[in-house]
T-cell receptor, first 113, second 116 residues
Framework: AQSVTQLDSHVSVSEGTPVLLRCNYS??????LFWYVQHPNKGLQLLLK??????LVKGINGFEAEFKKSETSFHLTKPSAHMSDAAEYFC???????????FGTGTRLKVLA | NAGVTQTPKFQVLKTGQSMTLQCAQD?????MSWYRQDPGMGLRLIHY???????DQGEVPNGYNVSRSTTEDFPLRLLSAAPSQTSVYFC???????????????FGAGTRLSVL
């Protein structure tokens, strides 16, 4: 069975410092992995996706994530946080490229001035 | 393209009332789904559909009904609202090709529902 664990429910960083949001997954088959962002009172926007091509995936707004099969991880990073990055981030797994998503519980990112 | 459109954006109900949350997409996607979002729990799948006339239950289906008479529309019905159904509801759609990188879900803006 698939599952996804976001290791931190809240992360605070100062503006201009690196961001690391951690995600571990469990999947019996080749997973597809996604990161979505949700700004306050908004819908979900796709940041990036991994679908068995390059293990380092680049997304929008300077975010990237690395798929590490040996560690079953898909952590999201950004070299320098911006105030506009403050939002909730969801790690999502779908098994074998199917359309059925399993969501993590979310990480709320706070960016301090 | 409007993408995924949800109406209404906000709704307040009294316990026992019924209502329908509307969802429409104009991308000709086969797959549509409804999620509810509660604090600290991420998004949980309520019902989904892989095409017109085909629906199935997700993780938390109790208290909700769905139907899919057209490719475009996927309404969610609350037959007798309960305070436990206070939540934010999201509709999503995608292609449904096995093993395809096109299976990215697109989300509507959400409906905030309060049941008193």
């Amino acid at each position: 069975a698939q599952s996804v664990t976001q290791l931190d429910s809240h992360v605070s960083v100062s503006e201009g410092t690196p961001v690391l949001l951690r995600c571990n997954y469990s999947s019996s088959y080749s997973p597809s992995l996604f990161w979505y962002v949700q700004h306050p009172n908004k819908g979900l926007q796709l940041l990036l996706k991994y679908t068995s091509a390059a293990t380092l995936v680049k997304g929008i707004n300077g975010f990237e994530a690395e798929f590490k099969k040996s560690e079953t991880s898909f952590h999201l990073t950004k070299p320098s946080a911006h105030m506009s990055d403050a939002a909730e981030y969801f790690c999502v797994v779908s098994e074998g490229g199917t359309y059925k998503y399993i969501f993590g519980t979310g990480t709320r990112l706070k960016v301090l001035a | 393209n409007a993408g995924v459109t949800q109406t209404p954006k906000f709704q307040v109900l009294k316990t026992g009332q019924s209502m329908t949350l509307q969802c429409a997409q104009d991308m000709n996607h086969e797959y549509m789904s409804w999620y509810r979002q509660d604090p600290g729990m991420g998004l949980r799948l309520i019902h989904y559909s892989v095409g017109a006339g085909i629906t199935d239950q997700g993780e938390v289906p109790n208290g909700y009904n769905v139907s899919r008479s057209t490719t475009e529309d996927f309404p969610l019905r609350l037959l007798s609202a309960a305070p436990s159904q206070t939540s934010v509801y999201f509709c999503a759609s995608s292609y449904s090709i096995e093993g395809s990188a096109k299976n990215i879900q697109y989300f509507g803006a959400g409906t905030r529902l309060s049941v008193l």
